[in-house]
């Protein structure tokens, strides 16, 4: 009908642009279609009443002592125990870059583990019997070589050798290149090293202090080090547990909103779910004859009551991350949303999945929604009162934690979609309707496969019957005009050699065969030579 056609078309942008409202789904008319065709005048305006939901506003509950109501969120999550050994080598790797030098004074020092020493040396292949060979090539060899005497720095035997080596000696060291190396022709070989020690020193490690760590970056402490440090080590681990840690910050940030959310949006939500429960089913092996069964307005509605708390309180958690992200002022560098399409792009071309038909601006629109709310978890986080439990492994709840994570990015995924465009919220409906009615679709198609057939032998049938009818028809023609052509062209053909037309690309070997069958006419060039103009001359005179 011609006004609901109208309601469709020239609501909604009346809503948002002379009310400004963001209106959710279809406008529906308060008066029926049929009372406004009755009062309706041509030449008058129309006042039309509607009814929608619309999108609603978000309100902050106030916290007590808080500046900004989202500061400061309590919660708890289980994580696995900070990896203290690693905390370890970093520390030690940060310490050896500061390390301090002091050269012994007493030539009869013996080298011992922790001093360093300066050496030359020279390498030979090692041979069957443990004497030198062929000389090492130069890369293997050098002078003024900085070497410290500690465990796993260096190939098998060197430190060992010149433990006990004296400055100024000269010892022998039997050493086997690692198999990893990446000098295949050296990897896993036995050598002997002529070393030379030039000068031995006492290494110092400096003291984690306060003074140590001003000289690292002004400003900081000892304490604010082993922590920047120990999130730089746990930042790895951190990654794996993000899924639960937003999780519960997003319970927390649930508790401080004030919103209204519109039945509208629990319905669209819980259709696209229903669809994606159905799609699982299908791909997990259930017939499409049982969910075609299970697709019915009792068990969606059923489903949906279910549902609906989750889906409000992640409509409330998406809500509020958008506006803090809003009032925060939090932006995505242009660079990381380039790099993380071109590694998603690289990951689907790894799997050999194409990438030609993508949308970029779609998918830019959602790369930056999500690293948007990624930005705003971790900016909660850094000013929140969150309790983490370290737990072992075997007291970890592996699946509690996949779980979590996945809740986690399906809420991530489905805000991504509802910020993806004004658009995107008023077909949410459409895409999952269709969605089931694809699965309806599917298993009916099947249902019809046979009659399909079955239409199909009985097309085929009639083309071959018609082909056979029409045939005589189309040789009678064709023999008709063969021997036109023939009744025409032979008299000249047989006087022609074909073989004058070889070598002749296909336009001149063209105009040479008509001309030669007198279809063209040939005028003489004016500037030929050879031209005779008294022969024109006589055809002007006798027109």
């Avoid at 279609?33 to 039309?48: I, K, M, S, V």
């Avoid at 070989?189 to 002529?194: E, L, S």
């Avoid at 380039?338 to 038909?357: N, V």
């Avoid at 083309?463 to 052509?485: F, Q």
Wanted: hydrophobic share 35%; glycine share 6%; aromatic share 4%.
């Amino acid at each position: 009908m011609a006004i609901n056609e109208l309601v469709g078309e020239l609501i909604e942008t009346a809503l948002k642009e002379e009310h400004e409202l963001e209106p959710i789904g279809q406008p529906s008319l308060v008066t029926s279609a049929e009372q406004l065709a009755d009062t309706f005048t041509p030449g008058e305006e129309l006042d039309l009443t509607v009814k929608c939901d619309v999108w609603p506003e978000i309100q902050f509950k106030q916290v007590e002592g808080q500046d900004k109501p989202y500061s400061g969120l309590k919660g708890s999550y289980k994580r696995k125990p900070f990896n203290q050994e690693r905390f370890d080598a970093a520390m030690r790797d940060l310490l050896e870059r500061y390390v301090k030098l002091e050269q012994y004074d007493d030539a009869s020092h013996a080298l011992t583990t922790g001093d360093a020493c300066k050496v030359n040396m020279a390498g030979y292949m090692a041979t069957a019997d443990g004497e030198k060979g062929e000389p090492l090539p130069n890369a293997a060899s050098g002078d003024d070589v900085e070497v410290v005497l500690g465990e796993g720095r260096y190939m098998e035997g060197l430190v060992e050798g010149l433990e006990g080596g004296k400055v100024g000696e000269t010892v022998t060291v039997k050493v086997r290149f690692p198999d990893a190396l990446k000098n295949k022709d050296l990897a896993g070989k036995d050598a002997i090293f002529d070393v030379e020690i030039l000068s031995a020193s006492r290494r110092t490690l400096p003291e984690v202090t306060d003074e140590f760590a001003n000289e690292v970056r002004e400003g900081l402490t000892a304490e604010s080090l082993k922590d920047e440090l120990r999130k730089a080590v746990d930042s790895q681990d951190a990654q794996e547990y993000m899924g639960v840690r937003n999780a519960a910050l997003g319970k927390a940030l649930s508790d401080i909103i004030d919103v209204d959310v519109p039945d509208t949006l629990v319905t669209n939500q819980a259709r696209e779910k229903y669809a994606l429960m159905m799609t699982d089913m299908r791909d997990s092996g259930m017939a499409d004859e049982d969910i075609k069964q299970l697709i019915n307005p009792e068990n969606f509605i059923k489903y949906k009551d279910i549902q609906k708390d989750d889906i409000v309180r992640d409509f409330k958690i998406s809500m509020a991350v958008d506006e803090i992200a809003r009032l925060e002022n939090i932006q995505v560098p242009a660079y990381q949303v380039e790099e993380q399409i071109q590694s998603l792009k690289d990951q689907a071309a790894k799997e050999g999945q194409s990438t030609e038909g993508l949308d970029d601006e779609q998918m830019r629109r959602k790369v930056e929604s999500t690293l948007e709310r990624r930005m705003v978890y971790d900016l909660l986080a850094e000013v929140a009162e969150l309790e983490v439990e370290y737990v072992n492994d075997d007291e970890f709840d592996e699946d509690l934690l996949e779980k979590l994570a996945q809740e986690s990015l399906e809420r991530e995924q489905v805000a991504a979609a509802e910020q993806a465009s004004e658009e995107g919220k008023q077909q949410d409906e459409v895409v999952a309707t269709a969605a089931v009615v694809d699965e309806e679709a599917a298993a009916v198609a099947e249902e019809d496969v046979a009659v399909i057939e079955e239409e199909a032998a009985s097309v085929e049938e009639e083309v071959v019957v018609a082909e056979e009818e029409i045939e005589p028809v189309k040789s009678e023609e064709t023999t008709a005009s063969t021997e036109e052509i023939e009744t025409i062209a032979s008299p000249e053909l047989e006087e022609i050699d074909a073989s004058r037309y070889e070598g002749m690309d296909q336009e001149e070997k063209a105009f040479n065969i008509l001309k030669d069958l007198g279809m063209i006419e040939l005028h003489a060039d004016p500037d030929s030579p050879d031209f005779d103009a008294s022969i024109y001359a006589e055809e002007e005179e006798e027109d």
